[in-house]
């Protein structure tokens, strides 16, 4: 389903924070309207104060506001807004939402509900793959319940084996077997998982990967049969399989590998008929690649690939749904230089990236040259137990990985965040690690370099320096309101430069 040529073209964004603004800034550049929906914790939030339109669907409670379809259907008909973008999480990847957009004639921006129904399933997804020729991890066909069998087939598989929820995403619904004597409780305790966060108990048996990386395809497919891969990323740094650190190109990718993954992507969009943005999933061990999922949603971490590319993914997602062809070849994308994305999450990493949520008393986000911050906060903005505790995606782009990593450092030396606790010291730990600055990562990157305790020494740096910029931001004295003032005069003066 496509928008009318003849209609004045209105969006509903149905998601909060800083997404929802991201996609809101590319319907502004392309003359389209927006429409917010809000729970009562955000009704004053900036994504609904930028929106042309902003209504309110409920409580605090996500069930009851950004996961209510009818509520926001109900929105969409009344403002007689043509199409619904779902940003990320919340209804993104739910085939009820974009069936229900479907039936009431609104276009969903993203695939059609079959191929996100497809996909939810990681089962069908991998018997897909497997009979379109796109390498996967040996493991079972079908989901497993008999522990005795279960057994059997993990003995055959080998040790250590994963079992993983069917429905999974987000990390959620996924545990390490190394032996027989904890498969039974293990595959009890993740089935129970699966059934509380997804309502669907399914699981099967995967070998684990020895020293994975995480490494996914951005693709992009019109409804025209025309796809295409744009970028590689790699995602490898992770805390309980949820990206913290993500990268554009991964630093062992070569063009013959970046080829073999994108086909391969390309393929497996083929397959199930996909249109739209989408991002296909590998983890690659040892030269060897396998098809890991497709999230059939724009993924957070997109901006890196757009830093590299010069291609504006979310643009393209209204274009596509819009029932406009690609504006490009294969030929056409070239990446240039190198892109780093830290998320910046109100967290504790001391304590176990607890959430920090609270008031943020002063906020002075990185700037200068290279410097892209996609945020939905400020200073005074409350950050909600009820959400992710995302406060910001920082990006940075250089022209080598080498001078990536130098920007990134001094973008986290600029950023300040007070009253609430962040992870920025666990970036900054990340960053000045020997083994993150070779490009040497796996997915058990922080257990493996200790990087809790390189944190610690940075937190407690970062408190003996004294005079820091957090200090400005909260002192009353006029010498250090002085300070701050000029501080913002160099960051603003920065932000004017272009790279």
């Not at 609270?358 to 950050?383: E, F, L, W």
Request: net charge neutral; with cysteine.
């Amino acid at each position: 389903m496509r928008w009318k040529a003849s209609c004045s073209k209105k969006v509903l964004i149905a998601n909060r924070g800083e997404i929802a603004i991201r996609v809101m800034r590319a319907c502004r550049e392309l003359g389209i309207s927006t429409v917010a929906v809000c729970s009562e914790a955000d009704k004053n939030a900036l994504f609904a104060k930028y929106a042309d339109e902003a209504y309110l669907i409920g409580p605090a409670p996500s069930s009851q506001s950004y996961l209510n379809m009818e509520a926001i259907l109900a929105v969409a008909k009344n403002t007689g807004a043509e199409a619904i973008h779902p940003g990320y999480g919340f209804l993104s990847e739910n085939p009820v939402f974009a069936k229900r957009c479907e039936e009431e004639g609104i276009v969903f921006i993203g695939p059609p509900s079959h191929v996100i129904a497809e996909m939810g399933s990681k089962i069908r997804a991998r018997n897909l793959m497997a009979k379109a020729g796109v390498p996967i991890v040996p493991g079972t066909k079908d989901a497993v319940e008999d522990p005795v069998e279960a057994v059997k087939i993990a003995e055959e598989i080998g040790y250590p084996v994963l079992i993983k929820a069917s429905a999974g995403g987000g990390g959620i619904g996924m545990k390490v077997v190394n032996s027989s004597d904890e498969f039974a409780t293990a595959l009890s305790s993740t089935r129970q998982m699966a059934g509380s966060a997804f309502g669907d108990s399914s699981v099967f048996i995967e070998k684990y990967v020895e020293e994975p990386r995480h490494i996914e395809i951005q693709i992009l497919a019109d409804g025209y049969g025309n796809t295409i891969y744009l970028s590689d990323r790699e995602c490898s740094i992770q805390r309980r399989h949820q990206k913290l650190i993500e990268e554009a190109p991964s630093p062992i990718m070569t063009p013959e590998l970046r080829a073999k993954m994108g086909e391969a992507a390309v393929r497996v969009a083929k397959t199930i008929g996909y249109v739209n943005a989408g991002t296909v999933e590998f983890l690659y061990s040892k030269g060897n690649f396998y098809f890991l999922e497709v999230n059939t949603r724009l993924q957070v971490e997109h901006g890196i690939t757009e830093m590299v590319t010069g291609v504006d993914i979310v643009r393209e997602q209204l274009r596509i749904a819009w029932g406009e062809k690609l504006e490009f070849n294969q030929e056409d994308i070239i990446i240039d230089g190198h892109s780093i994305e830290c998320r910046i999450n109100a967290e504790d990493p001391l304590n176990d990236f607890a959430p920090s949520p609270g008031k943020i008393r002063g906020y002075r986000s990185a700037g200068g040259p290279g410097i892209r911050v996609d945020s939905g906060v400020h200073t005074g903005y409350t950050i909600s137990p009820y959400y992710d505790s995302m406060i910001s995606k920082l990006c940075v782009w250089a022209k080598t990985r080498d001078a990536a990593i130098a920007r990134m450092e001094r973008a986290l030396y600029e950023y300040v965040v007070v009253g609430v606790k962040t992870n920025i010291p666990f970036h900054k730990a990340v960053m000045r690690n020997p083994a993150f600055r070779r490009g040497d990562l796996t997915t058990a990157f922080i257990e493996d370099n200790n990087i809790m305790e390189a944190v610690e020494e940075v937190v407690k740096a970062d408190a003996e320096k004294g005079a820091t910029l957090a200090s400005a931001l909260e002192a009353k004295d006029k010498k250090v309101a002085a300070i701050t003032a000029a501080v913002h005069a160099y960051v603003s003066m920065a932000q004017k430069t272009q790279r």
